[in-house]
């Protein structure tokens, strides 16, 4: 077995993450494990944990736990980076709110959003930099805006909350593109954005790709989405 925690170490000096030890990673079944754990806690967020492939989770006895699904492994390496990323936020969160309810703060939405944008960001850089000269990058480019897209156009009537977290992950992944071959890609794609609103949201993400950056302007980004 490979050591995670390793992982996680080399991920963290690569991308300048700070690395903490306050938490314990669990590969199995996500949601049998939060159900055997607080009944209560899964029926109240059953469709997100049902779906999740990886979950950073303040369990019952108050201790903080990476749960990352069995999957291929591409796939578990990213959920397990991205829900690493996760505990980083909110490591800083706590420390910075001076709060160490883990649960309360996953309620803030603002922050879940910036820390959805910020996770899908590092965590698609650190794929990129398995196989950059790999890829095809005009080609993804037009995929990761066409997804967006043709998202936006699947409904008349699509859910708020999915909506922005299917918006933030894009644009981190979009912007994980750019940073990465930023003479290949163009940094405002045309038709990308569901209206004016999104842009500004797009261009406030542009140079908040740490929590340093973020936290002072929260309630800048507190105030676009409100507006949207
Ligand atoms: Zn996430």
Redesign the pocket.
């Known amino acids: 077995m490979v050591d995670l925690k390793e992982i996680i170490k080399k991920f963290s000096e690569e991308y300048k993450l700070e690395l903490y030890d306050n938490y314990q990673i669990e590969v199995t079944d996500i949601s049998e494990y939060v159900k055997g754990d607080d009944t209560e806690y899964y029926y109240k967020r059953k469709e997100i944990i049902d779906q999740a492939m990886?979950l950073l989770y303040e369990n019952s006895n108050g201790n903080i736990v990476v749960l990352v699904r069995k999957q291929d492994c591409v796939n578990f390496i990213s959920s397990l980076i991205?829900?690493y990323v996760?505990l980083c936020d909110y490591n800083k969160l706590s420390n910075y709110r001076n709060d160490l309810d883990y649960r309360r703060l996953q309620e803030d939405f603002v922050f879940l959003f910036w820390?959805?944008f910020h996770?899908?960001y590092l965590t698609y850089r650190y794929l990129i930099n398995f196989n950059p000269a790999g890829l095809d990058v005009k080609n993804i480019q037009n995929e990761i805006v066409s997804d967006l897209i043709d998202y936006y156009s699947s409904s008349p009537k699509l859910d708020r909350h999915e909506l922005m977290d299917k918006t933030v992950r894009s644009y981190g992944s979009y912007l994980a593109l750019y940073d990465e071959f930023v003479q290949k890609v163009t940094l405002h794609p045309k038709h990308y954005y569901f209206n004016g609103q999104f842009l500004k949201l797009y261009k406030f993400l542009e140079n908040k790709k740490t929590f340093e950056d973020f936290i002072v302007r929260f309630d800048d980004f507190k105030g676009l989405l409100l507006e949207i």
């Open positions: 990886g991205h829900e996760h820390t959805e996770a899908t």
